[in-house]
């Protein structure tokens, strides 16, 4: 493995740089010469340090934090090529050889890295892969977290916590993660409050019920939810307990009669699916004697929308969309809505990504 | 309506579904593993064959690689049920709890794991363990919070109790074997048998090693004289019975033990 003797570097913040022997300005992004005397550590290494840099402590991250020592190989490790974008021929690129049978995209997602990367910062600097690798993999591990707990998150926390010293770095290392986060566990960083940089992670895969806490023996009845909200829709979005009965009775469904594959169903769509947050049960306001009505809930919300559900309804009896015409006006409705906001959103993830590069951070990066 | 099938690498809904789900579900038995995992096939691609469980989860920790994370499987320690679990590799500390944890919490947390690593049954008392309640960092505890946090720690799948005593739950083995050997190099036990990390075990009143019981119910299995494997002295312990998914199942004892594992976290 060549090592280059002198290379121009492009400085990063001093947390970076100061545990490795490379000397140079703190924070701006300034071109120096260094002398690379840092032994010759593989490219590229896609083996990671047997104790993780969690360098980052914050109140979250970690308590006890490893050896950050290890720093040192992966900071000064030599990175042959000039542009970020080259990929490395390491298997911890999604684009590895054994991974991509299929054609495209994991690899033509990694080579977008390289043009956008070079977009987002104002020099094509050669930081070390192997870093943003591992910033990628911490700021991931930080967005599970958020998915399970269900709590939003924002640009600032997101740098004050796992990014902290690679503030500059943001743009490129939150694409990355967002991207490993949809492709991987199919969870879409969602931006949700463009002036405070809000994201909220919410499933790509639609109703995420799974069945699991109920009765072991019997399959995940999804069917019989799907059926629910799409009653709940046709209804227009609030459904009179006595309806949704009529509509399961096609089904064969009945309230306190044991089904052969639903089990009892009073017990599922009143507390178990309320449970789990996909239908409100509630009752009908002002009503006496008391009678109760079914909505969806803010799991349904977030996992799927109207139109998905209209369409596979319809489909679901060989028909149209727009044979419903009333909940399809309502389901296009919503859909502008959330278009709109997720163009609104996107605008501004733009003007910031660019706002953000051309920001020169001042010394942020004082030891702990 | 589920979504659409995108294919990157080998990484399909079906896989995306599945690590969201044993991620929503902390840790999961090999039973649940196989029914989450048709379940995933079902809803996403019910004409595919069901991969193999094994090549299944091979192929989705290839993917997981690069992010250090894997899907882990392990054996609880006291009857050997196989368990799966989401783990970050890298980490080498307690900050998969640290989202759901105060300081003096996860300090709580620390203080009773060195105890059991310590003790000679991987057991520690309650009462032991109230009495660090002193020495934690951060906000000041009373022993009675103390209490209430140790049933937080059993109801998140941290520590288990059993009669006054507390050890770390099957899960915790699993995600901090690393970070407990790494800041334990010294107390922390290890099985003769499968070289992993011992919490509860067997041990050879000779020489001293020790083994987990479901390996000394593998080591063992119809030898009517078993013997240490070390010290080749005779092995005084009752020897436990192989876990057999199939018998547990008709038995239907599986329904009351597997309700602890499945419950959702949030």
């Given at each position: 493995?060549?090592?280059?003797?002198?290379?121009?570097?492009?400085?990063?913040?001093?947390?970076?740089?100061?545990?490795?022997?490379?000397?140079?300005?703190?924070?701006?992004?300034?071109?120096?010469?260094?002398?690379?005397?840092?032994?010759?550590?593989?490219?590229?290494?896609?083996?990671?340090?047997?104790?993780?840099?969690?360098?980052?402590?914050?109140?979250?991250?970690?308590?006890?934090?490893?050896?950050?020592?290890?720093?040192?190989?992966?900071?000064?490790?030599?990175?042959?090529?000039?542009?970020?974008?080259?990929?490395?021929?390491?298997?911890?690129?999604?684009?590895?050889?054994?991974?991509?049978?299929?054609?495209?995209?994991?690899?033509?997602?990694?080579?977008?890295?390289?043009?956008?990367?070079?977009?987002?910062?104002?020099?094509?600097?050669?930081?070390?892969?192997?870093?943003?690798?591992?910033?990628?993999?911490?700021?991931?591990?930080?967005?599970?977290?958020?998915?399970?707990?269900?709590?939003?998150?924002?640009?600032?926390?997101?740098?004050?916590?796992?990014?902290?010293?690679?503030?500059?770095?943001?743009?490129?290392?939150?694409?990355?993660?967002?991207?490993?986060?949809?492709?991987?566990?199919?969870?879409?960083?969602?931006?949700?409050?463009?002036?405070?940089?809000?994201?909220?992670?919410?499933?790509?895969?639609?109703?995420?019920?799974?069945?699991?806490?109920?009765?072991?023996?019997?399959?995940?009845?999804?069917?019989?939810?799907?059926?629910?909200?799409?009653?709940?829709?046709?209804?227009?979005?609030?459904?009179?307990?006595?309806?949704?009965?009529?509509?399961?009775?096609?089904?064969?469904?009945?309230?306190?009669?044991?089904?052969?594959?639903?089990?009892?169903?009073?017990?599922?769509?009143?507390?178990?699916?309320?449970?789990?947050?996909?239908?409100?049960?509630?009752?009908?306001?002002?009503?006496?004697?008391?009678?109760?009505?079914?909505?969806?809930?803010?799991?349904?919300?977030?996992?799927?929308?109207?139109?998905?559900?209209?369409?596979?309804?319809?489909?679901?009896?060989?028909?149209?969309?727009?044979?419903?015409?009333?909940?399809?006006?309502?389901?296009?409705?919503?859909?502008?809505?959330?278009?709109?906001?997720?163009?609104?959103?996107?605008?501004?993830?733009?003007?910031?990504?660019?706002?953000?590069?051309?920001?020169?951070?001042?010394?942020?990066?004082?030891?702990? | 309506?589920?979504?659409?099938?995108?294919?990157?690498?080998?990484?399909?809904?079906?896989?995306?579904?599945?690590?969201?789900?044993?991620?929503?579900?902390?840790v999961l038995e090999e039973w649940d593993v196989k029914?989450?995992?048709?379940?995933?096939?079902?809803?996403?691609?019910?004409?595919?064959?069901?991969?193999?469980l094994e090549?299944?989860i091979?192929?989705?920790?290839?993917?997981?690689?690069?992010?250090?994370?894997?899907i882990k499987k392990g054996v609880t320690e006291d009857d050997g049920r196989p368990i799966y679990a989401?783990?970050?590799?890298?980490?080498?500390?307690?900050?998969?709890?640290?989202?759901?944890?105060?300081?003096?919490?996860?300090?709580?947390?620390?203080?009773?794991?060195?105890?059991?690593?310590?003790?000679?049954?991987?057991?520690?008392?309650?009462?032991?363990?109230?009495?660090?309640?002193?020495?934690?960092?951060?906000?000041?505890?009373?022993?009675?919070?103390?209490?209430?946090?140790?049933?937080?720690?059993?109801?998140?799948?941290?520590?288990?109790?059993?009669?006054?005593?507390?050890?770390?739950?099957c899960r915790?083995?699993l995600?901090?074997?690393?970070?407990?050997?790494?800041?334990?190099?010294?107390?922390?036990?290890?099985?003769?048998?499968?070289?992993?990390?011992?919490?509860?075990?067997?041990?050879?009143?000779?020489?001293?090693?020790?083994?987990h019981?479901p390996?000394?119910?593998k080591?063992?299995?119809?030898?009517?004289?078993?013997?240490?494997?070390?010290?080749?002295?005779?092995?005084?312990?009752?020897?436990?019975?192989v876990f057999d998914p199939?018998?547990e199942?008709?038995?239907?004892?599986s329904?009351?033990?597997k309700?602890?594992l499945?419950?959702?976290?949030?």
């Amino acid at each position: 493995m060549p090592r280059a003797p002198k290379r121009r570097r492009y400085m990063l913040e001093e947390g970076l740089q100061s545990q490795s022997e490379t000397q140079g300005p703190v924070g701006a992004l300034l071109p120096v010469a260094v002398e690379e005397d840092t032994s010759s550590s593989s490219t590229c290494s896609s083996s990671f340090p047997s104790s993780f840099p969690s360098s980052s402590s914050s109140s979250c991250y970690p308590l006890l934090s490893s050896t950050p020592e290890e720093v040192d190989d992966v900071a000064g490790a030599p990175s042959p090529p000039q542009s970020p974008q080259s990929a490395c021929p390491s298997p911890t690129a999604m684009a590895s050889p054994p991974l991509s049978q299929s054609e495209d995209d994991s690899s033509s997602s990694r080579g977008e890295e390289g043009p956008s990367t070079s977009q987002a910062l104002p020099y094509t600097a050669s930081f070390p892969r192997n870093v943003i690798d591992g910033k990628v993999a911490e700021l991931v591990e930080f967005l599970l977290v958020k998915y399970r707990t269900k709590e939003p998150t924002t640009k600032a926390e997101m740098l004050n916590t796992v990014l902290r010293d690679h503030q500059d770095h943001f743009p490129v290392i939150f694409s990355e993660a967002s991207e490993r986060m949809n492709l991987i566990f199919g969870v879409d960083v969602k931006e949700v409050d463009p002036s405070d940089h809000a994201y909220v992670l919410v499933t790509t895969l639609g109703l995420t019920y799974d069945g699991m806490l109920s009765d072991e023996q019997s399959m995940p009845n999804t069917g019989l939810l799907v059926m629910l909200l799409g009653v709940i829709l046709l209804q227009g979005d609030c459904a009179p307990e006595e309806d949704v009965w009529e509509a399961l009775s096609v089904m064969g469904v009945r309230a306190g009669r044991e089904h052969f594959i639903y089990g009892e169903p009073r017990e599922l769509i009143t507390k178990v699916w309320v449970q789990e947050q996909y239908v409100e049960y509630r009752q009908v306001p002002n009503s006496d004697p008391a009678r109760y009505e079914f909505l969806w809930g803010p799991r349904a919300h977030a996992e799927t929308s109207k139109m998905s559900l209209l369409e596979f309804l319809a489909s679901a009896i060989g028909s149209d969309p727009r044979s419903f015409p009333v909940s399809y006006e309502e389901a296009l409705r919503d859909q502008e809505e959330r278009v709109q906001a997720r163009i609104a959103s996107t605008d501004n993830a733009t003007d910031t990504a660019s706002a953000s590069c051309s920001t020169v951070p001042s010394s942020s990066s004082c030891p702990e | 309506m589920q979504g659409s099938t995108r294919r990157v690498g080998i990484m399909t809904d079906v896989h995306r579904r599945f690590l969201q789900l044993l991620m929503t579900h902390g840790v999961l038995e090999e039973w649940d593993v196989k029914r989450l995992q048709k379940h995933c096939y079902k809803v996403h691609d019910c004409n595919a064959t069901v991969e193999k469980l094994e090549d299944f989860i091979n192929n989705i920790n290839s993917v997981l690689e690069s992010l250090y994370i894997e899907i882990k499987k392990g054996v609880t320690e006291d009857d050997g049920r196989p368990i799966y679990a989401l783990v970050n590799l890298a980490t080498t500390s307690v900050s998969k709890m640290a989202s759901d944890f105060a300081e003096n919490e996860l300090d709580l947390f620390r203080k009773a794991l060195e105890l059991i690593i310590d003790s000679e049954t991987g057991f520690a008392s309650s009462t032991n363990i109230l009495n660090l309640v002193d020495q934690l960092k951060g906000k000041k505890m009373r022993k009675k919070e103390a209490e209430q946090v140790l049933q937080k720690f059993v109801q998140h799948k941290w520590l288990v109790e059993k009669e006054g005593e507390f050890t770390l739950h099957c899960r915790a083995i699993l995600e901090m074997e690393q970070y407990i050997r790494e800041t334990h190099p010294d107390a922390v036990k290890v099985c003769d048998l499968c070289h992993g990390l011992l919490i509860q075990g067997q041990s050879c009143e000779t020489c001293g090693i020790k083994m987990h019981l479901p390996c000394v119910a593998k080591y063992f299995q119809s030898n009517s004289e078993p013997r240490c494997p070390h010290c080749n002295d005779y092995w005084p312990h009752e020897i436990p019975e192989v876990f057999d998914p199939e018998k547990e199942r008709e038995a239907g004892i599986s329904k009351s033990n597997k309700k602890p594992l499945r419950s959702r976290q949030h």
